[in-house]
């Protein structure tokens, strides 16, 4: 009875706060976000279904620019559902529909900044293209060769162009990619002595190869199979910036269940450049736990491993673990700090035909413990 009486709660605020009126309303809302299998909260149905806007509530625990909160707005070209039941009926690789988002963003610390993008599929999953501009105003600490932290204000507009092409019949894609970066930083205080002032009025425009494998079950919160990505690229004036400097970025998620209840994946990540990296666009260290920037050098390297532990059908405990370096120029790998940071989480399986999980970690790093809110995998 308490169980039933709880679902019947859930199914009339379902419909009080989303427009629902009456029984055959209230029932409706019911199919959609209760699951037909075991009557716990799911989203699967709605996330399958839905067509056009969608509204998603954004929420920001990044240590390096504060708490936040924002919005996007979701366009779907057709349902996922949709999507899916055309892949079929063409015997085609399943695809998902276009995407279009808008969103908006603040920060504790006085940071903002608003984007749009474009994502879409061509023959059946064939060719994949993204487009999208973004505008941002962060407040950030850079730390230096000291350690010491300098607070500066980035202006940012930025753009972003993408096309891929699969390589015959396998999860290999092949393709390039071109960002465009145009920025004004501004100092506090003084300016520290390892930066030049042409890099407080800075352009990186990089073209680059692109070279993706997916294998994973799902892109949300993947139990099985495998996601690499390397990056080779180069900055030049004669691209739209003002800057030169080659990179080559490249990482890799694995995950492998263990038993029927557990699943662990590793994670591999390392950015190196060479050349006139602006100071704002040097590797960092990205961990959960490390604050973005906090740990910059000529290169970076990170390996992280996670465990989840289903305690029943819905709920998994996490726990993970990480370290990392950041070296280059005077500062040799063997002689660079080593950076490490672990914690544990909890999941919910909230969209089961989806297989996405969502959830809190908390971290901790060389510094400080921060509280992350997770929708599908951390590594996305």
């Not at 996330?47 to 620019?65: C, D, F, K, M």
């Not at 996670?306 to 370290?323: M, T």
């Not at 996405?356 to 413990?369: C, K, L, N, S």
């Amino acid at each position: 009875m308490k169980a039933v009486w709880k679902r019947r709660v859930w199914t009339a605020l379902l419909a009080l706060c989303l427009g629902g009126a009456g029984p055959a309303a209230a029932q409706g809302w019911r199919d959609r976000f209760v699951d037909e299998q075991d009557g716990r909260i799911d989203l699967s149905n709605h996330l399958l279904q839905h067509r056009g806007a969608l509204p998603v509530p954004i929420i920001i625990t990044e240590p390096a620019v504060g708490a936040g909160a924002g919005a996007a707005l979701l366009y779907f070209s057709e349902s996922i559902a949709g999507a899916r039941e055309k892949s079929q009926a063409r015997g085609e690789r399943l695809s998902v529909p276009d995407i279009g988002g808008l969103a908006a963003f603040k920060t504790s610390n006085g940071s903002q900044g608003v984007a749009g993008g474009y994502f879409g599929t061509l023959q059946g999953d064939r060719f994949r293209y993204l487009a999208g501009a973004a505008n941002v105003q962060l407040n950030l600490d850079y730390y230096g060769l000291r350690g010491t932290p300098h607070r500066f204000a980035l202006d940012a507009p930025a753009l972003l162009a993408q096309g891929l092409a699969r390589l015959g019949e396998s999860d290999w894609l092949l393709g390039a990619r071109y960002v465009y970066l145009g920025t004004t930083a501004r100092f506090e205080r003084d300016l520290p002595g390892e930066i030049s002032l042409p890099e407080l009025e800075s352009r990186i425009g990089r073209v680059s190869l692109v070279l993706d494998h997916d294998s994973r079950d799902n892109i949300f919160t993947p139990s099985q199979g495998t996601y690499v990505e390397i990056d080779i690229g180069a900055a030049r004036p004669r691209l739209g910036g003002n800057t030169s400097f080659d990179s080559i970025f490249a990482r890799a998620f694995h995950y492998r269940p263990l038993g029927s209840s557990a699943v662990i994946g590793f994670r591999g990540d390392g950015k190196f450049t060479r050349g006139e990296v602006p100071f704002y666009a040097l590797p960092f260290i990205m961990l959960r736990g490390v604050p973005a920037l906090r740990y910059q050098g000529q290169h970076a390297v990170v390996a992280e491993s996670e465990l989840r532990y289903g305690i029943d059908e819905r709920w998994s405990l996490v726990g993970f673990a990480g370290a990392g370096k950041a070296y280059g120029n005077a500062v040799p790998f063997a002689d660079a700090e080593a950076v490490t940071a672990g914690g544990v989480g909890v999941r919910y399986f909230i969209a089961r035909k989806l297989g996405m999980h969502i959830g809190v970690d908390v971290a901790r790093g060389p510094e400080d413990t921060v509280v992350y809110l997770q929708v599908g995998s951390a590594w996305n």
